[in-house]
């Protein structure tokens, strides 16, 4: 058996085995071993059925007598009912939902359930229970008394993931196997060893035994704290050799006195801030020096980003220099395009903007209205960005296709995506100079310190933690269901007194999940509640130029109630919308509900939140009131890291950062001690030359790091 072996090779498999592996993204040996399992079930906690009680969480280990998947009519939902035993008494399990657990689980199955135990009319039932089928009790745990349990999908069963993992272990890890790490480069431990004493972490090899097969909890807690440490550390360490690379870059000197700033500022309809007046210090101050700027710029929605960008865009016009303004979506790139006119016009300045997105380029301004901007050809706009006579383009991603060159791009502007490389700078920068542009990231993404330290330790922070003055409190309320008429009340007064307002669902259409969809929503809310204004739906699956349009008619208020999922998150400028409602909340992060939340605190007209959820237990509440009191984004993306577990937090797989290494991300010390590491590691020796392993190591990861 190799590590570089496919398990098909190595294993009997079936066809549906084959498709589940294929599913989980399983496919050689190697796959296997670092499959970690999700939890770990002892022997301690097993209860007879006798001493059950309401209430408590728990595991029981028995067999199947009779187990139907039936329908409840009246509330159309599917629920599978089982009758299980022990040696001691009788109790049923109830799945919700889950029609397929009886195609799985048969009569005469011994299992192991976990779950909660509930009380009904008929007596007590274990509801929803994670379930296990397992050969024989004795067998649970091969005697050691903790039993690793693996996330499964259809036809592989976490017990075929033990045996199958146990065997693999045994291979590798015998006497008779002493030369593996000849074989096996892959098993040798990429971090350092006086790293792994220092903080008391168990070697690659004992972690990979204690993880799978742990004598103890004390074990398997052991080594998941060194596998979420090994991620941590080699993200950093990445980032920060990114970083380092970078730096030996040249960009562009760009100077502007104070006068000249001060000036420019002046003009402005509102004094700035002290954080956005710091974070232009840092930009500016980055700009005189000889290597280029990697700047994140974080702030809440709403604390003035859009100026910051604005000012350092002027600083690189006024040098005679370009600016790419990069936006994640078409709708996005769209508003800034127009914000970016508005400072501009305002400030009586005659930049040329462009914009270019994958449906259409504008050029502003207009020859015909010097106010507005027009429509122009996609080479037309290339010329004029080639030949530096428009010097601000904004774009989406087709701002960095091989057919969009610049004259001299100075500086990139980034909206919510902080991954943006050396090597995307470079292709934007061309062959035209060796020097790079200067980047400055934005964000109203509030993130936990912990992941901030990780995903960030490329770029320097600076933090926009204060709001414009004069905004009135957003007044946010948990609304009970039997309220919902009132919030309907204040929406109707709202729009009556000019304002619009927008209504949040979790879903397009109706799905597999119970909750509120955008489709039957809207329809609803014309026919049954306001029949009197106009409705329009936004969602992903709207085409951008049907998007542009019905946004384009939502700020014009052709438009009242916009009925929208959660894309209008990122970034929807409508000051003039001043309720939100959001439905089923309980289904999204607090971050991310805050940040929806923010669209409706962009003037200075009170503005409202009403949150309706269909979960009602202690804890959603407990949750959902935190964003009543929190003061801020970062506030509650703590909160959620802490109440709501890492794997859960908002968004948190598009880091790029697996469960376990979640867990390192409660952990402060541990992220500082990595990224400690990391930096004294990247400091002494940049090129890694004494640390082969690591540079191995690092080339792997980035292969499976794909860019968009
Ligand atoms: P962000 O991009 O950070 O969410 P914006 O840049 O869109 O925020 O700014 C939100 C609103 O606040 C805009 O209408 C902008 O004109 C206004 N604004 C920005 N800075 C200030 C300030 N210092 N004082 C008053 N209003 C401001
Ligand atoms: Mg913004």
Same mark, same amino acid.
Not at 670 to 697: C, F, G, T
């Given at each position: 058996?190799?590590?570089?072996?496919?398990?098909? $090779?190595?294993? +009997?498999?079936?066809?549906?085995?084959?498709?589940? #592996?294929?599913?989980?993204?399983?496919?050689?040996?190697?796959?296997?071993?670092?499959?970690?399992?999700?939890?770990?079930?002892?022997?301690?906690?097993?209860?007879?059925?006798?001493?059950?009680?309401?209430?408590?969480?728990? %595991?029981?280990?028995? !067999?199947?007598?009779?187990?139907?998947?039936?329908?409840?009519?009246?509330? +159309?939902?599917?629920?599978?009912?089982?009758?299980?035993?022990?040696?001691?008494?009788?109790?049923?399990?109830?799945?919700?939902?889950?029609?397929?657990?009886?195609?799985?689980?048969?009569?005469?199955?011994?299992?192991?359930?976990?779950? !909660?135990?509930?009380?009904?009319?008929?007596?007590?039932?274990?509801?929803?229970?994670?379930?296990?089928?397992?050969?024989?009790?004795?067998?649970?745990?091969?005697?050691?008394?903790?039993?690793?349990?693996?996330? $499964?999908?259809?036809? /592989?069963?976490?017990?075929?993931?033990?045996?199958?993992?146990?065997?693999?272990?045994?291979?590798?890890?015998?006497?008779?196997?002493?030369?593996?790490?000849?074989?096996?480069?892959?098993?040798?431990?990429?971090?350092?060893?006086?790293?792994?004493?220092?903080?008391?972490?168990?070697?690659?090899?004992?972690?990979?035994?204690?993880?799978?097969?742990?004598?103890?909890?004390?074990?398997?807690?052991?080594?998941?704290?060194?596998?979420?440490?090994?991620?941590?550390?080699?993200?950093?360490?990445?980032?920060?050799?990114?970083?380092?690379?970078?730096?030996?870059?040249?960009?562009?000197?760009?100077?502007?006195?104070?006068?000249?700033?001060?000036?420019?500022?002046?003009?402005?309809?509102?004094?700035? %801030?002290?954080?956005?007046?710091?974070?232009?210090?840092? @930009?500016?101050?980055?700009?005189?020096?000889?290597?280029?700027?990697?700047?994140?710029? $974080?702030?809440?929605? &709403?604390?003035?980003?859009?100026?910051?960008?604005?000012?350092?865009?002027?600083?690189?016009?006024?040098?005679?220099?370009?600016?790419?303004?990069?936006? =994640?979506?078409?709708?996005?790139?769209?508003?800034?395009?127009?914000?970016? @006119?508005?400072?501009?016009?305002?400030?009586?300045?005659?930049?040329?903007?462009?914009? @270019?997105?994958?449906?259409?380029?504008?050029?502003?301004?207009?020859?015909?209205?010097?106010?507005?901007?027009?429509?122009?050809?996609?080479?037309?706009?290339?010329?004029?960005? &080639?030949?530096?006579?428009?010097? /601000?383009?904004?774009?989406?991603?087709?701002? *960095?296709?091989?057919?969009?060159?610049?004259?001299?791009?100075?500086?990139?502007?980034?909206?919510?995506?902080?991954?943006?490389?050396?090597?995307?700078?470079?292709?934007?920068?061309?062959?035209?100079?060796?020097?790079?542009?200067?980047?400055?990231?934005?964000?109203?993404?509030?993130?936990?310190? %912990?992941?901030?330290?990780?995903?960030?330790?490329?770029?320097? #922070?600076?933090?926009?933690?204060?709001?414009?003055?004069?905004?009135?409190?957003?007044?946010?309320?948990?609304?009970?269901?039997?309220?919902?008429?009132?919030?309907?009340?204040?929406?109707?007064?709202?729009?009556?007194?000019?304002?619009?307002?927008?209504?949040?669902?979790?879903?397009?259409?109706?799905?597999?999940?119970?909750?509120?969809?955008?489709?039957?929503?809207?329809?609803?809310?014309?026919?049954?509640?306001?029949?009197?204004?106009?409705?329009?739906?936004?969602? &992903?699956?709207?085409?951008?130029?049907?998007?542009?349009?019905?946004?384009?008619?939502?700020?014009?208020? !052709?438009?009242?109630?916009?009925?929208?999922?959660?894309? /209008?998150?990122?970034?929807?400028?409508?000051?003039?919308?001043?309720?939100?409602?959001?439905?089923?909340?309980? +289904?999204?992060?607090?971050?991310?509900?805050?940040?929806?939340?923010?669209?409706?605190? +962009?003037?200075?007209?009170?503005?409202?939140?009403?949150?309706?959820?269909?979960?009602?237990?202690?804890?959603?509440?407990?949750?959902?009131?935190?964003?009543?009191?929190?003061?801020?984004?970062?506030?509650?993306?703590?909160?959620?890291?802490?109440?709501?577990?890492?794997?859960? #937090?908002?968004?948190?797989?598009?880091?790029?950062?697996?469960? *376990?290494?979640?867990?390192?991300?409660?952990?402060?010390?541990?992220?500082?001690?990595?990224?400690?590491?990391?930096?004294?590691?990247?400091?002494?020796? =940049?090129?890694?030359?004494?640390?082969?392993?690591?540079?191995?190591?690092?080339?792997?990861?980035?292969?499976?790091?794909?860019?968009?």
């Amino acid at each position: 058996m190799q590590l570089s072996s496919l398990i098909e $090779e190595n294993f +009997r498999l079936t066809e549906r085995q084959k498709k589940g #592996l294929k599913k989980m993204g399983l496919k050689i040996i190697r796959d296997l071993l670092f499959y970690f399992p999700s939890r770990y079930e002892s022997f301690s906690e097993r209860k007879n059925i006798i001493d059950l009680k309401e209430g408590e969480k728990t %595991t029981i280990y028995g !067999k199947i007598n009779e187990i139907k998947a039936e329908k409840s009519w009246r509330k +159309r939902r599917y629920y599978t009912e089982a009758m299980v035993s022990d040696q001691t008494g009788f109790i049923a399990a109830i799945w919700f939902n889950q029609p397929f657990v009886s195609k799985i689980l048969k009569p005469e199955d011994k299992v192991a359930l976990t779950g !909660k135990i509930a009380n009904s009319k008929k007596g007590l039932y274990i509801a929803n229970p994670v379930y296990e089928k397992i050969s024989s009790y004795e067998a649970l745990g091969e005697g050691a008394g903790i039993l690793a349990i693996y996330s $499964e999908t259809r036809g /592989i069963s976490s017990r075929w993931l033990r045996f199958a993992i146990q065997k693999i272990l045994k291979s590798f890890f015998t006497k008779d196997r002493p030369s593996l790490t000849k074989d096996d480069p892959l098993l040798i431990d990429p971090i350092p060893e006086n790293i792994l004493t220092n903080y008391h972490l168990p070697s690659l090899k004992s972690a990979l035994i204690f993880i799978h097969t742990p004598q103890k909890l004390s074990d398997a807690e052991a080594a998941r704290k060194r596998f979420s440490f090994e991620e941590i550390f080699f993200i950093q360490l990445a980032r920060l050799k990114e970083r380092k690379k970078h730096d030996e870059h040249h960009s562009f000197s760009i100077k502007i006195s104070d006068k000249e700033l001060n000036d420019f500022l002046s003009i402005f309809p509102f004094e700035l %801030t002290s954080a956005q007046k710091k974070a232009i210090e840092h @930009i500016i101050n980055d700009f005189s020096k000889q290597s280029a700027m990697s700047r994140l710029l $974080e702030g809440d929605v &709403g604390s003035g980003k859009t100026a910051v960008a604005v000012v350092a865009s002027y600083a690189i016009v006024k040098n005679g220099y370009q600016v790419a303004y990069m936006a =994640p979506t078409e709708i996005l790139a769209q508003q800034h395009f127009q914000s970016f @006119i508005n400072y501009f016009s305002q400030l009586r300045l005659t930049t040329k903007i462009g914009l @270019i997105t994958s449906s259409e380029c504008k050029k502003y301004p207009s020859k015909i209205n010097p106010k507005e901007p027009t429509h122009i050809s996609r080479p037309q706009l290339l010329k004029w960005v &080639g030949n530096g006579e428009i010097p /601000i383009l904004i774009g989406t991603h087709s701002l *960095i296709q091989k057919s969009v060159e610049f004259e001299n791009l100075a500086l990139v502007i980034i909206d919510e995506q902080h991954r943006f490389g050396t090597r995307q700078r470079a292709v934007l920068a061309k062959e035209k100079s060796d020097k790079i542009p200067h980047l400055l990231s934005m964000t109203a993404t509030p993130i936990p310190r %912990t992941l901030a330290l990780t995903v960030y330790s490329d770029l320097d #922070l600076s933090l926009l933690d204060e709001m414009p003055p004069a905004r009135q409190k957003i007044i946010t309320e948990i609304i009970a269901p039997n309220q919902r008429h009132k919030s309907y009340k204040k929406i109707r007064e709202e729009i009556n007194n000019g304002r619009q307002a927008y209504v949040i669902c979790p879903l397009i259409e109706t799905g597999k999940i119970e909750a509120k969809n955008v489709t039957d929503e809207a329809k609803r809310l014309k026919k049954e509640v306001f029949p009197e204004f106009e409705i329009g739906i936004l969602h &992903g699956r709207i085409l951008p130029k049907e998007k542009e349009k019905i946004l384009q008619d939502f700020r014009k208020n !052709k438009i009242q109630i916009l009925v929208s999922t959660s894309v /209008i998150e990122v970034g929807i400028d409508v000051p003039n919308a001043t309720v939100i409602l959001i439905e089923g909340a309980e +289904r999204f992060g607090l971050a991310q509900l805050h940040q929806l939340r923010g669209r409706v605190m +962009r003037s200075n007209h009170q503005s409202y939140c009403f949150i309706f959820t269909d979960a009602n237990s202690d804890k959603t509440r407990e949750r959902l009131n935190a964003l009543v009191s929190a003061k801020n984004g970062f506030e509650l993306a703590e909160y959620d890291l802490q109440f709501r577990g890492p794997g859960e #937090l908002s968004g948190a797989k598009q880091w790029g950062i697996s469960d *376990i290494g979640m867990e390192a991300l409660k952990n402060i010390k541990m992220v500082e001690a990595a990224r400690q590491e990391a930096q004294k590691i990247i400091s002494e020796d =940049p090129d890694l030359k004494k640390y082969p392993l690591i540079l191995e190591r690092l080339r792997n990861q980035n292969k499976e790091i794909h860019f968009e």
